[in-house]
């Protein structure tokens, strides 16, 4: 199986702007409330948010964050983001699918929420490659996977654990949680 690609989320676009109910699912309000939680009282210079789909995340980011990138695939969700941040001066916007592209700079907090387990196992491998090289220390990278069945190339938690792996010990846990439906992990460099 292929990473998938930025037209099977367009597709998922074309038919809702919010296929994932991120802005009215009570699940995903609680899941971005521990994953804020677990960041601490820490306020970080510069934040990437990896798949930022249509910013809701991204815009709680920026409340801890100096500057905040959020990266997608496809356009049309980099469209709302840019639409529900826009009184956001220091929170951007790119259109990117990684692990081909990344953004240039250095970042002291890199968020994968819920974007893993769309990529094969050798481009989650490229990706972490990607993280350790615009990963300032002290940075951290905060993951968050579904753990739940899925037709997806892996599962959420054969993709962390692959992520985890490919950053051969040069990321220390400092958080982990499983909660009804995903799993966190906090690590820093």
Same mark, same amino acid.
């Given at each position: ?23 009215? #699912? ?21 934040? !990437? ?25 496809? #356009? /049309? @969700? ?7 941040? /826009?009184?956001? @001066? ?8 990684? @692990? ?18 769309? !990529?094969? @196992? ?36 054969? /993709?962390?654990?692959?992520?985890? /792996? ?24």
């Amino acid at each position: 199986m292929k990473s998938r690609t930025p037209a099977h989320f367009a597709a998922l676009y074309a038919q809702a702007e919010d296929p994932w109910h991120y802005t009215n #699912s009570t699940y995903e309000r609680r899941k971005y409330d521990h994953t804020l939680s677990v960041l601490g009282r820490r306020r970080f210079v510069a934040a !990437l948010e990896v798949g930022c789909s249509i910013g809701v995340l991204t815009r709680r980011l920026a409340g801890r964050s100096d500057r905040v990138l959020g990266i997608d695939a496809v #356009s /049309a @969700p980099l469209e709302a983001a840019r639409a529900r941040c /826009a009184d956001l @001066p220091s929170v951007r916007f790119a259109r990117m699918q990684v @692990p081909r592209a990344w953004p240039r700079g250095r970042f002291d907090l890199i968020v994968l929420s819920e974007l893993l387990y769309f !990529l094969t @196992p050798r481009d989650i491998d490229r990706c972490a490659a990607r993280v350790m090289r615009s990963l300032r220390a002290p940075g951290r990278v905060l993951l968050v996977g579904w753990r739940g069945r899925s037709d997806d190339p892996v599962s959420g938690e054969v /993709a962390i654990r692959r992520f985890i /792996a490919a950053t051969r010990g040069r990321l220390r846990p400092l958080r982990h949680a499983r909660r009804q439906g995903y799993r966190l992990d906090l690590l820093a460099r």
